[in-house]
């Protein structure tokens, strides 16, 4: 698909300033979007929604369709009847610039009970609107739901390690869960229609300012997940429920052993066998709450590293041929833009970093999607291609993204070779390195402009979102109240005038 040129913002929700230990979906999320509306950008790019679980990660997830509840704004559940003044006064702590997962959660999740218990018992006029939720969004809620409960139940742990009848979801053994688990899963049900009731609202009220939402799509799920749980004849399993092969990328100069992500691979002859009914079920839900949907990994669409669940490391697995074009044409005959064949007006993004081989640019041209480049990787060589003299307009630049560091904390950290080559090639001195970035990307040729909010504020390497392959540690970087304002509201706004975006 062909986008207008523009430029935006990559934030995700949990990093913006709140009085409960993480960013949310409530007042400061507008007060964001009032923000960058002014500064002229058209494009907010966050990170995948979902129910996050071990190490945090919005890339490993309890489910591929439910919505985060840590997101959900206290402020809103207030204002909804269902809290009052004295609840959140309760849970207010001083904004760090930190989030705390160990405290957030549980009482994040305590608030949350406290809503649904109100909910219950007084009078309230969501009632109507959350039983159509949960008839609307059945095919992948009450599995989610039930998955949830019976998590909770089993003190959280993988659902590989609950009872062999649970496990192979047995229909007495589900029947009878259902009915013992009733009221935990109206709960969660509860949750999720708070979430998306508010993502829903605050969506709106981006594009009533022009502004477009890019959700990201992680190509793989966790195994300890709702989506494998409910239908582990979509991935390489075995009887008891483990993984038989996992994700992963080989070695390269980053690491010696590789990464071994141990996401389950996708079994995508069973995946073809019903039209991916499955992926597709999923891309639909996605563009329900997103305008533009950014596809992580997306070379493992062509082809994908499959690594022994057995190993340790990734050293030693192979190259497996992916669904490729099979998938897209699905995709885009079921979205409906009645083109089955090559050159659709998909509105997606590809992350074509790393490997990319021919296989993959091949994907790329038949659907005509814009793949990425990240002008922080670029300082090695004029024929580098993350340089901007060597971008096409059919791409999103980026300064950087979640899995690097920051503008300074790279110039920071950098080879000297690198740190002289950048200023030799943007006529800079590095004193405003961050922005130096910014405008180079902005003056380009690439249709879409990306920075993260971590860049346009000029932070160091404390503010990195994530260390890819470190666990723990991660996703936890958070903005002050005062970082929106309108002196750096100005300088995009300049930027974006001068460079027509």
């Not at 979801?169 to 709960?187: D, G, V």
């Not at 005959?333 to 992350?351: Q, R, Y």
């Not at 990787?377 to 024929?383: T, Y």
């Not at 990307?441 to 404390?462: F, K």
């Amino acid at each position: 698909m062909t986008f207008k040129r523009s430029s935006g913002i990559l934030l995700h929700p949990s990093s913006l300033p709140s009085p409960y230990g993480i960013g949310d979906l409530g007042p400061q999320a507008y007060r964001f979007v009032n923000w960058l509306s002014s500064t002229g950008c058209k494009l907010w790019q966050v990170l995948p929604l979902g129910p996050t679980g071990y190490g945090d990660s919005p890339y490993q997830c309890f489910s591929a369709f439910a919505g985060n509840p840590y997101l959900i704004s206290p402020d809103d559940l207030l204002a909804d009847g269902l809290l009052t003044q004295a609840d959140l006064d309760e849970v207010k702590a001083p904004l760090t610039m930190q989030v705390d997962f160990g405290q957030v959660i549980p009482r994040k999740l305590a608030l949350l009970q406290k809503a649904f218990s109100n909910f219950q018992t007084a009078p309230t006029d969501l009632r109507p609107a959350f039983d159509h939720f949960c008839a609307e969004n059945a095919a992948w809620l009450d599995d989610y739901t039930l998955f949830m409960a019976l998590k909770e139940a089993n003190g959280g742990g993988a659902w590989n390690g609950w009872q062999p009848d649970l496990r192979s979801r047995k229909k007495i053994a589900l029947h009878k869960a259902q009915k013992e688990l009733a009221p935990s899963i109206l709960r969660y049900a509860f949750y999720q229609f708070l979430f998306f009731r508010q993502w829903e609202k605050l969506r709106a009220y981006a594009n009533e300012r022009e502004i477009q939402i890019i959700g990201d799509i992680p190509i793989f799920v966790a195994n300890d997940s709702a989506d494998v749980w409910a239908h582990p004849d979509l991935f390489f399993m075995d009887k008891a429920g483990n993984p038989t092969v996992v994700a992963g990328v080989p070695p390269d100069i980053f690491s010696n052993l590789g990464q071994l992500w141990g996401n389950p691979l996708y079994h995508w002859k069973n995946h073809k066998k019903d039209g991916y009914a499955w992926w597709l079920s999923r891309v639909s839900s996605s563009l329900k709450i997103f305008d533009i949907l950014r596809f992580d990994h997306f070379r493992g669409f062509a082809g994908y590293y499959e690594i022994p669940a057995s190993h340790k490391t990734a050293e030693f697995g192979r190259w497996v041929t992916g669904p490729g074009k099979d998938l897209f044409h699905a995709i885009a005959k079921h979205l409906g833009d009645g083109v089955v064949t090559e050159g659709t007006g998909l509105p997606f993004i590809a992350e074509d970093l790393g490997l990319v081989t021919p296989d993959v640019i091949e994907l790329l041209a038949a659907f005509n999607l814009p793949g990425m480049r990240v002008l922080q990787f670029g300082f090695s060589a004029p024929e580098n291609p993350f340089l901007p003299h060597n971008y096409v307009p059919n791409c999103v630049a980026y300064t950087g993204t979640h899995d690097n560091d920051t503008a300074m904390g790279w110039f920071a950290s950098a080879e000297l070779h690198e740190r002289e080559f950048a200023q030799r090639y943007l006529r800079v001195d590095g004193s405003d390195f961050a922005w130096d970035l910014i405008r180079a990307v902005w003056g380009s040729v690439a249709d879409i402009a990306i920075t993260p909010m971590q860049d346009v504020l000029g932070c160091g390497g404390e503010a990195r979102m994530n260390f890819p392959s470190k666990l723990g540690g991660n996703w936890a970087w958070r903005m002050k109240d005062e970082d929106l304002n309108d002196n750096l509201a100005g300088r995009l706004r300049e930027l974006n005038w001068m460079y027509l975006r």
